[in-house]
Nanobody, 114 residues
Framework: QVRLVESGGGLVQPGGSLRLSCAAS????????RGWYRQAPGKQRELVAR??????TFYADSVKGRFTISTDNAKNTYLQMNSLKVEDTAVYYC?????????WGQGTQVTVSS
């Protein structure tokens, strides 16, 4: 059984930074990709960033140049968020994608406000 737990969310002023972490437990192997998504109130969940098996990355246009996705081993995924904007406020979810299934965490709230 795979379990993902996000952490690192919180309240930050515009222009500030946060680093989100996603810790995976269980058997993690044969991943196609890891990702971060977010869902703002009244909106659909949207892709923020993905990192693929070979290490290549993809970012939504809205966060390109400000956010960085990374991993340090088979278990952890990170999202470094700089120059945060009010419109980045959302619940952030991590996921892992295998050929046959996808796992999601429960989410961590990020609020950008002055």
């Amino acid at each position: 059984q795979v379990r993902l737990v996000e952490s690192g969310g919180g309240l930050v002023q515009p222009g500030g930074s946060l680093r989100l972490s996603c810790a995976a437990s269980g058997t993690i192997f044969n991943l196609n990709a890891r990702g971060w998504y977010r869902q703002a109130p009244g909106k659909q969940r949207e892709l923020v960033a993905r990192i693929f098996r070979g290490g290549s990355t993809f970012y939504a246009d809205s966060v390109k140049g400000r956010f960085t996705i990374s991993t340090d081993n088979a278990k952890n995924t990170y999202l470094q968020m700089n120059s945060l904007k009010v419109e980045d406020t959302a619940v952030y979810y991590c996921n892992i994608e295998r050929p046959s299934d996808v796992y999601w965490g429960q989410g961590t709230q990020v609020t950008v406000s002055s």
